[in-house]
């Protein structure tokens, strides 16, 4: 058995927190020697704290050995201190009538106090993972706020769109989902995020060689994808959760295993032409546990560059909301 990974956690009341804590506490997310000590902050609120105590005694409840603590917080400083991991789930949902500029200066805001909180307690190296949208964004303004936590430990997840991206491509080949490598998203977390179909690869070949209907993959593959978040509440009433829990958990477990390639959103540093001031899906090599790089030597087609002409936008407009905040 190793040291206990302390993870702190926020949002773990919510829905996703439901599904994410029983994959940490059960040894998906960092293997079945690691013991955990969850760190878990809500916000001071009556409802949200007993909702979370209900949870915390349902993890109790399945004896998990790998769990060593389970701390409950509602303040910042005692839920990342020390954390070796932070995933920040928690952010305020979007209300009736609220603009989406209102919505990202309000959950810039969070991400502000967050950065500065992690700065301070957390372990110097913790891995940051933001899931709260806006994501991207959200990492951003968190990271800027560090000082001593280096801004490359932060990453904002685009992986639930890179696994909606591969079953897509699965089902229309024809093929089981292990078959599909290199769906890599490139951009915001948003409709607008490009799966990039011509670096997708079925079994040892192009995907692009495979499936030939390039109307399909420019047109439908693309919009149900960016899409696939407003379908499932559409169908469920509910926004994703264990999908976005389970894409988490393959999130930090592939950023922990040297040699993975995967998508995750970091700072573009000008990237694929990208502006340098956003944080865009990108693909990466993990190239030790909790370090990546992006991968640089793929060549633009000229409908990559205009899809990603599109989502820079978007996100440059959300950088332009809300630098103000940037530390
Ligand atoms: P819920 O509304 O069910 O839960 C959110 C929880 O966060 C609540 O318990 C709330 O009290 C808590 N919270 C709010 N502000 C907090 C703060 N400052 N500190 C600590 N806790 C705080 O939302 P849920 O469905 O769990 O989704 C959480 C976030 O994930 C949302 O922002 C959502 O948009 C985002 N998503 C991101 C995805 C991605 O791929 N990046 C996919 C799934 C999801 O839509």
Redesign the pocket.
Known sequence: MSKPVRVAV????????YSLLIRIASGQMFGPETPVILQL???P?EK?LA?LNGVVMEIQDCAFPLVREIIQTSDPMVGFKDADWALL?????RGPGMERADLLKDNGA?FVG?GKAIDAVASADCKVVV???P?NTNAMIGASQCKRVPKTNWT??????ENRAKAQLALKAGVGVEQVSNTFIFGN?SPTMYPAFPFARIGARKATEVITDKEWLEGAYCETVGKR?AAIIAARGL???AS?AN?LTDHVRDLNTPGKIHSIAVSSEGLYGFSPNVWAGMPVVTTAPGKYQVIKDFTLTEFCKKKIAGTNEELVGEYETVKHLLG
């Open positions: 926020t949002g773990p009341a919510g829905q996703i927190g902050l809500e916000i609120n949200a909702a789930v928690g952010s305020k949902p969070i967050q899931v709260g949208n994501c904002a997840m685009v992986r639930l769109d977390h978040g926004s994703s959760a976005a894409a």
